[in-house]
């Protein structure tokens, strides 16, 4: 059974830093296009970055995202997203995303089969 476990959530100052990592089990995260995605209250859930399966990622530029990197850690079979300098606007659900459907975009929630159960990011101080 293939499972992604979402951690590192919780209350951040503004200008602090956020290290959220998704650990995945019953498949090698190598070998599938993995995405994390954000959904703040009352918005839609929101594509931040992907790592692919055949290496290389991609970052959403977007000005109210913009700073947050993704790495892939193949020995650990983990995915993680960092970013410094949060903002309270950055505060939402942060969910790990796999198995990207063909023909779909990274950014598209509907496109991927298996999700984490979300961990929360709150920046207030």
């Known amino acids: 059974e293939s499972r992604l476990v979402e951690s590192g959530g919780g209350l951040v100052q503004p200008g602090g830093s956020l290290r959220l990592t998704c650990a995945a089990s019953g498949f090698t995260v190598s070998m599938y296009n993995m995405a994390w995605f954000r959904q703040a209250p009352e918005k839609e859930r929101e594509g931040i970055a992907a790592?692919?399966?055949?290496?290389?990622?991609?970052v959403d530029t977007d000005s109210a995202k913009g700073g947050f990197t993704i790495s892939r850690d193949n020995a650990k079979n983990t995915v993680t997203l960092q970013k410094n300098s949060l903002k309270p606007e950055d505060t939402a659900m942060y969910y790990c995303?796999?198995?990207?459907?063909?023909?779909?975009?990274?950014?598209?929630?509907?496109?991927?089969?298996?999700w984490g159960q979300g961990t929360q990011v709150t920046v207030s101080s």
């Open positions: 790592v692919y399966a055949g290496g290389g990622e991609t």
């Open positions: 995303a796999a198995f990207l459907r063909p023909g779909r975009a990274w950014n598209d929630p509907d496109g991927y089969i298996y």
